[in-house]
């Protein structure tokens, strides 16, 4: 055991490096979809002149490759956590300025969750900020080397690789596509997993954060202090979740996206305009043996659990990322906004 724990260590110190500034980029930037702090904790070793920000929709919402193909002559990297708030922003820039180091461009991904005033926000933000004090580390890619020795991945790729991706896409393209929207919106209504009970609960109780409109002000004032280059971006969710909102709770939301155009670009359209469908929410794990089947005949799912196994309403899979990605590229080419390449 003594041995074993001892060649884990000496891996990890040899192989540390690989899961930061030096991993493969097209290998980095396929591991920012497949964790929530990856990111976070090593953006500042890459120096990226692009940067995304934002909640977990992000980083299931973008094919990161795909997005450095739109900006190639841009460093590209990401800091995307679970329950993130519109105060996390001001983490970040403490950080920011604590490393005096500032991205040319920031890509904020927004959600309406994340102007809410939810009960776990102080929690949340706490652990935002755990996650932010120290970077990635050698003690940390040991842990992640002990999962990927259990789960039997290569552990130079951390969570996932560019050819997994790729792989998973070939596993699941004609299954996705191949289903019918109406059809995956009845199974959702049909068979509701307890992250959806949830988000029925969240919505029925919803308040918005009572001081948006100063805190916004504030942001705008880091944005034009340091001369960055935002766009704010409404990160599609599936239609069947936007439909639960309702019309004050969208109203209000717009209205606060609106007040970043005082130092940005922002992007407010909803899934349809995306060419996003309920298709993209089911299967984000690129399951290639997942039973399609039974999503287009209505039957449980037998496996389903609450990991969500079969559909997340508010998390895009990688085939509905590419399509995020792309159309924000041609928005950026057509003109609707305008990021330099």
Same mark, same amino acid.
């Given at each position: 055991?003594?041995?074993?724990?001892?060649?884990?260590?000496?891996?990890?110190?040899?192989? $540390?490096?690989?899961?930061? !500034?030096?991993?493969?980029?097209?290998?980095?930037?396929? #591991?920012?979809?497949?964790?929530?702090?990856?990111?976070?904790?090593?953006?500042?070793?890459? /120096?990226?002149?692009?940067?995304?920000?934002?909640?977990?929709? %992000?980083?299931?919402? &973008?094919?990161?490759?795909?997005?450095?193909?739109?900006? !190639?002559?841009?460093?590209?990297?990401?800091?995307?956590?679970?329950? &993130?708030?519109?105060?996390?922003?001001?983490?970040?820039?403490?950080?920011?300025?604590?490393?005096?180091?500032?991205?040319?461009?920031?890509?904020?991904?927004?959600?309406?969750?994340?102007?809410?005033?939810?009960?776990?926000?102080?929690?949340?933000?706490?652990?935002?900020?755990?996650?932010?004090?120290?970077?990635?580390?050698? /003690?940390?890619?040991?842990?992640?080397?002990?999962?990927?020795?259990?789960?039997?991945?290569?552990?130079?790729?951390?969570?996932?690789?560019?050819? #997994?991706?790729?792989?998973?896409?070939?596993?699941?393209?004609?299954?996705?596509?191949?289903?019918?929207?109406?059809?995956?919106? %009845?199974?959702?209504?049909?068979?509701?997993?307890?992250?959806?009970?949830? @988000?029925?609960?969240?919505?029925?109780? &919803?308040?918005?954060?009572?001081?948006?409109?100063?805190?916004?002000?504030?942001?705008?004032?880091?944005?034009?202090?340091?001369?960055?280059?935002?766009?704010?971006?409404?990160? !599609?969710?599936?239609? $069947?979740?936007?439909?639960?909102?309702?019309?004050?709770? &969208?109203?209000?939301?717009?209205?606060?996206?609106?007040?970043?155009?005082?130092?940005?670009?922002?992007?407010?359209?909803?899934?349809?305009? @995306?060419?996003?469908? %309920?298709?993209?929410?089911?299967?984000?794990?690129?399951?290639?043996?997942?039973?399609?089947?039974?999503?287009?005949?209505?039957? !449980?799912?037998?496996?389903?659990?609450?990991?969500?196994?079969?559909?997340?309403?508010?998390?895009? #899979?990688?085939?509905?990322?590419?399509?995020?990605?792309?159309?924000?590229?041609?928005?950026?080419?057509?003109?609707?906004?305008?990021?330099?390449?």
């Amino acid at each position: 055991m003594f041995y074993g724990i001892s060649l884990v260590v000496l891996v990890a110190k040899e192989r $540390y490096h690989n899961a930061g !500034p030096e991993l493969e980029k097209r290998d980095y930037l396929a #591991n920012l979809r497949h964790s929530s702090v990856f990111g976070c904790r090593t953006f500042l070793g890459r /120096k990226p002149s692009l940067l995304v920000l934002g909640d977990s929709h %992000n980083y299931a919402a &973008w094919d990161y490759n795909l997005l450095q193909r739109g900006f !190639p002559n841009d460093v590209i990297s990401s800091c995307t956590m679970g329950g &993130w708030y519109l105060e996390t922003l001001f983490l970040i820039f403490d950080l920011m300025d604590q490393k005096k180091f500032y991205p040319k461009k920031i890509i904020y991904g927004a959600s309406p969750r994340q102007f809410a005033q939810m009960e776990d926000k102080e929690e949340a933000l706490s652990v935002h900020k755990e996650y932010l004090r120290n970077e990635y580390s050698a /003690k940390d890619f040991a842990k992640d080397l002990f999962v990927h020795i259990k789960t039997k991945q290569k552990p130079t790729l951390l969570h996932t690789s560019f050819l #997994n991706e790729e792989n998973g896409i070939r596993d699941n393209e004609s299954g996705i596509l191949g289903l019918d929207s109406a059809n995956v919106a %009845n199974y959702f209504e049909k068979y509701p997993t307890k992250a959806q009970n949830e @988000w029925r609960r969240v919505i029925e109780k &919803w308040v918005f954060t009572s001081d948006l409109k100063q805190k916004i002000s504030k942001i705008c004032h880091f944005v034009k202090t340091h001369s960055l280059d935002l766009v704010v971006v409404h990160i !599609p969710e599936s239609p $069947y979740l936007e439909s639960l909102y309702g019309d004050s709770i &969208w109203n209000e939301y717009n209205s606060t996206l609106e007040q970043f155009k005082k130092c940005g670009q922002v992007i407010a359209e909803r899934a349809s305009k @995306w060419e996003i469908d %309920n298709r993209f929410f089911v299967n984000r794990t690129m399951d290639p043996n997942f039973p399609y089947h039974d999503i287009s005949n209505a039957n !449980p799912i037998s496996s389903d659990d609450t990991a969500n196994y079969s559909y997340d309403l508010d998390h895009l #899979n990688f085939i509905g990322a590419k399509v995020f990605t792309r159309n924000f590229l041609m928005f950026n080419k057509i003109g609707t906004l305008s990021l330099t390449n």
